[in-house]
């Protein structure tokens, strides 16, 4: 490994301070992003910032690390020094696990603060001190109303996911918030689009507010119809299955598959491996000479699989790539273009294969925007689809050595089975064996969940048994649509996809929620406040459970 890796020395050109660039180095990030190039040097100077970026492009980092840079080296007191609000409990937890991870060296106090845990583990860690809050705005405003938070002491305030806040209702909630802050703080907005409502929280909230945007420029390159793009939206869970699946039915003669950081190319050219595939890993921790066999036993067909960080594929020509795969979402649209260049050159057919998280969609419509093409989602190949490619490819086999010839040496076996069994019976039992010889017939595990845009939009018709929830409060509330969904998506496991139909009478309203969820619902929202107000929460009973839909 080399003593300066290139992540080191391009996070270090940023001025961040030692500990941060050292935690960065170990965590494989190769270069900063173009938010995180361009937010940086900004946020360190102080200045208020509108950021467009969606999930993918980096902006944790980018707002995480200005707010580590800036914290006290001792004496920090008990007192947050930054609050990160975001919509959802899972994002609140994924940015708490970043900012730790990149604050690990500082020893950097954050906590995350979102429904669905418990509230006396919260406010323990409060008592006790934090340097960092990241929640949601229902629970944040909750511990506000309690005392049991004080924002007197923040210097930097984050608005992450600013237009998915907005569409959840939490549009007072920010306000209140927002009143209980210093006047003199740095406030960042964050948002994947930048609709006239996010306009107008960023004329409240940032004062003379620089803006940042990433994937604003025009595809240049790679836009070729030879390039056959595709997308996969599958769990993260399902990742390293998904790949393996995709790498079977399309059999690539050499492909790259690009991933965020040396440490997950690491880990993911390692469960290749153990896979059965040929895969070789590419990032800027190896020295010249690494790199130089592993391109070698690539072009010599001794490995199929390149995974690589786009770092370290710079300036890379292979003539025998077939296919580029986005094992991650890239990090901005140029990113993208960049990468399926690779492909589909000189007249050559490629394909271009992108894996999302269900919650990077929107990434991939920018993407399309961007390059004015369009990725056609396919669903995950299945156990059947497999066996079929599979077959499929013991029958090419045959075909190619049927017609290469020279099988005069195997007659005698071929005659010697057919005095006793009909010929055709013969040939099937040599194509069993052929088939199993090359791992055709090797158990698979059950099919892999994949998520469509269909289904998405479709997932509340679902067969899932339903119940409603009673809330009491309605229309003399004020209370809307986007207020229940808000309150419920934010201090539950459930998501805006998982609310069926919504009643609102002028002193309650009834939710259609996933059956098995009710209690779990009940027990978060006890603790919460809708609009500003406590409420009655309890299962309604005046309708049977029954199969989701909407009315």
């Known amino acids: 490994m080399p003593d300066s890796p290139a992540n080191a020395e391009e996070f270090s050109n940023l001025e961040l301070r030692s500990e941060l660039v050292q935690a960065l180095a170990e965590l494989g990030y190769e270069e900063p992003t173009p938010i995180q190039r361009e937010a940086i040097p900004l946020l360190l100077q102080g200045r208020d910032l509108m950021g467009q970026a969606a999930t993918g492009t980096g ?72 340097d960092v809050v990241v929640g949601t705005p229902g629970r944040v405003l909750d511990h506000l109303n309690r005392g049991s938070l004080a924002l007197a002491q923040l210097a930097t305030v984050v608005l992450d996911e600013a237009d998915e806040m907005l569409d959840m209702g939490f549009a007072e909630d920010l306000d209140a918030i927002m009143a209980a802050t210093p006047g003199d703080r740095q406030t960042l907005l964050f948002s994947a689009t930048i609709p006239a409502r996010v306009e107008k929280l960023a004329r409240r909230y940032l004062r003379d507010p620089v803006s940042v945007q990433v994937g604003r420029g025009p595809a240049t390159a790679g836009g070729t119809p030879l390039v056959r793009q595709t997308a996969y939206v599958v769990a993260r869970a399902h990742k390293p299955a998904t790949l393996g699946r995709i790498l079977d039915v399309e059999s690539p003669t050499a492909a790259i598959v690009f991933c965020r950081t040396r440490d997950e190319v690491d880990r993911l050219t390692e469960t290749l491996n153990g896979r059965g595939y040929r895969a070789e890993a590419l990032h800027g921790g190896m020295t010249q000479d690494q790199r130089d066999r592993v391109m070698g036993r690539l072009r010599g067909g001794t490995a199929e699989l390149l995974v690589a960080t786009d770092v370290a594929a710079r300036g890379l020509d292979i003539d025998q790539l077939t296919h580029v795969i986005n094992y991650d979402v890239p990090s901005d649209p140029e990113s993208y273009v960049h990468r399926i260049g690779r492909v589909g050159r000189a007249g050559r057919s490629g394909v271009a294969i992108t894996l999302a998280e269900p919650r990077e969609h929107r990434m991939l419509k920018a993407i399309e925007r961007a390059t004015k093409q369009r990725m056609h989602l396919e669903s995950v190949p299945t156990v059947a689809d497999l066996r079929a490619r599979r077959l499929e490819s013991t029958r090419a086999a045959i075909h190619e050595n049927l017609l290469a010839g020279d099988l005069d040496g195997f007659r005698v076996v071929v005659e010697t089975l057919a005095a006793e069994f009909d010929v055709l019976e013969v040939a099937l039992a040599a194509v069993q064996l052929a088939h199993e010889a090359t791992g055709g017939s090797s158990a698979e595990e059950e099919d892999i969940p994949t998520v469509t845009a269909t289904e998405a939009k479709a997932a509340r018709t679902s067969t899932e048994p339903t119940a409603r929830i009673f809330v009491g409060a309605g229309r003399s509330a004020g209370i809307r649509p986007q207020d229940l969904v808000g309150a419920i998506a934010g201090e539950s496991r459930l998501t805006g996809r998982d609310i069926g139909s919504i009643e609102i009478s002028d002193r309650f309203s009834l939710v259609e929620i996933p059956d098995a969820a009710v209690d779990e619902v009940i027990q978060a929202l006890k603790g919460t406040t809708i609009k500003g107000k406590k409420a009655v929460i309890r299962r309604d009973r005046t309708q049977p459970k029954r199969p989701r839909g909407r009315t």
Do not use: C, N, W
Not at 73 to 84: E, F, I, K, Y
Not at 118 to 125: D, E
């Open 59 to 130: 902006k944790t980092a980018a707002f995480a690390l200005p707010i580590l840079q800036q914290l006290p080296d001792s004496d920090r007191g008990r007192a947050p020094r930054a609050l990160v609000l975001v919509p959802t409990r899972e994002l609140a937890m994924q940015v708490s696990e970043a900012i730790h991870r990149y604050g690990r060296d500082m020893r950097a106090r954050v906590l995350p603060i979102y429904g669905g845990q418990p509230i006396v583990r919260q406010l323990r860690a409060l008592s006790s001190g934090v």
